[in-house]
T-cell receptor
Framework: DVKVTQSSRYLVKRTGEKVFLECVQD?????MFWYRQDPGLGLRLIYF???????EKGDIPEGYSVSREKKERFSLILESASTNQTSMYLC????????????????FGDGTRLSIL | GQQVMQIPQYQHVQEGEDFTTYCNSS?????IQWYKQRPGGHPVFLIQ?????EVKKQKRLTFQFGEAKKNSSLHITATQTTDVGTYFC?????????FGAGTTVTVRA
């Protein structure tokens, strides 16, 4: 079974802090994703990576950056946390049927519920 | 860009009854995927449909892909309390998977 592990289930940070959310997958998947999930807004893609050191902006990249130095690890960084970034953050991974292809099923981690005070 | 619209947003079902949730797109889809998210949990992949008119079953769940590959449905028969959760459809759209808003299912015992 695919295992996607997020470093924290719950996290509380203060406004202005730099926040790191870590995600590790153990199935050698090429693609990795960061989403945020808010009530009434569904799943929104923040960033996507299809290879090491490669990244693509999703629908809502503002205020976030990402890092993928190793294939199994994809980090989400909140450069200067703000209260409107309080949310559930979900990491996912998937196989690729071609460079940049995202048509394969995604496997999600348990999520990190982040509160910014 | 392509979006997938899901209806209904909420479904309140009496235990033992059947229900259907629908997913619609204005453009032809290469495939459609369905996920389930239990309360407090994360989305879990259920199934992928690729072929026009394809029908797949998982126990009491029946998934269908439209002939024109622009819509899909999930039908659950004899609903049980274990069916509680939010069901999402999702379709590839360029570099991302576009998720529908989900149908949240509650069950009356």
């Amino acid at each position: 079974d695919v295992k996607v592990t997020q470093s924290s289930r719950y996290l509380v940070k203060r406004t202005g802090e730099k926040v790191f959310l870590e995600c590790v997958q153990d199935m050698d998947h090429e693609n990795m994703f960061w989403y945020r999930q808010d009530p009434g807004l569904g799943l929104r893609l923040i960033y996507f990576s299809y290879d090491v050191k490669m990244k693509e902006k999703g629908d809502i990249p503002e205020g976030y950056s990402v890092s993928r130095e190793k294939k199994e690890r994809f980090s989400l960084i909140l450069e200067s946390a703000s209260t409107n970034q309080t949310s559930m953050y979900l990491c996912a991974s998937s196989l690729s049927s071609g460079l940049g292809s995202v048509d394969q099923p995604q496997h999600f981690g348990d999520g990190t519920r982040l509160s910014i005070l | 860009g392509q979006q997938v619209m899901q209806i209904p947003q909420y479904q309140h079902v009496q235990e033992g009854e059947d229900f259907t949730t629908y997913c619609n797109s204005s453009t032809t889809l290469s495939n459609i995927q369905w996920y389930k998210q239990r309360p407090g949990g994360h989305p879990v992949f259920l199934i992928q449909l690729v072929k026009s008119g394809e029908v797949k079953k998982q126990k009491r769940l029946t998934f269908q892909f439209g002939e024109a590959k622009k819509n899909s449905s999930l039908h659950i028969t004899a609903t049980q309390t274990t069916d509680v959760g939010t069901y999402f459809c999702a379709a590839p759209n360029d570099y991302k998977l576009s998720f529908g808003a989900g149908t949240t299912v509650t069950v009356r015992a």
